[in-house]
């Protein structure tokens, strides 16, 4: 059973930066697929980046392609969103999200992954 914890979420003007920490524990951390999503006040839960366990090959959302980037320190059982050039309406509660098995395809659906966080909030003033 994974457990996971986000941190880092805040207040931030547009065009600032944060980063978002996600912290597992009990299980191999290094055997998961990680995912970040967000979901805003009235909308889905949206997808936003991925990485993979094995190759580190990563995904990310179009709205945040250039923007956002996802890491991990399996020495850490970490994984990081580090966010730039944040927009308003980059305003959510952000998720992190694992699993063992999820087929490329399917790395979007946040229905794919077992595991969550508790979220963390992200607020971008204008």
């Known amino acids: 059973q994974v457990q996971l914890v986000e941190s880092g979420g805040g207040l931030v003007q547009a065009g600032g930066s944060l980063r978002l920490s996600c912290a597992a524990s009990g299980g191999t951390f290094s055997n998961y697929n990680m995912g970040w999503f967000r979901q805003a006040p009235g909308k889905e839960r949206e997808f936003v980046a991925h990485r993979r366990w094995s190759g580190g090959t990563t995904y990310y959302a179009d709205s945040v392609k250039g923007r956002f980037t996802i890491s991990r320190d399996n020495a850490e059982n970490t994984v990081y969103l580090q966010m730039n050039s944040l927009k308003p309406e980059d305003t959510a509660v952000y998720y992190c999200?694992?699993?063992?098995?999820?087929?490329?395809?399917?790395?979007?659906?946040?229905?794919?992954?077992?595991?969550w966080g508790q979220g963390t909030q992200v607020t971008v003033s204008s």
């Open positions: 999200a694992a699993d063992g098995r999820i087929p490329v395809r399917v790395v979007r659906s946040w229905e794919e992954y077992g595991y």
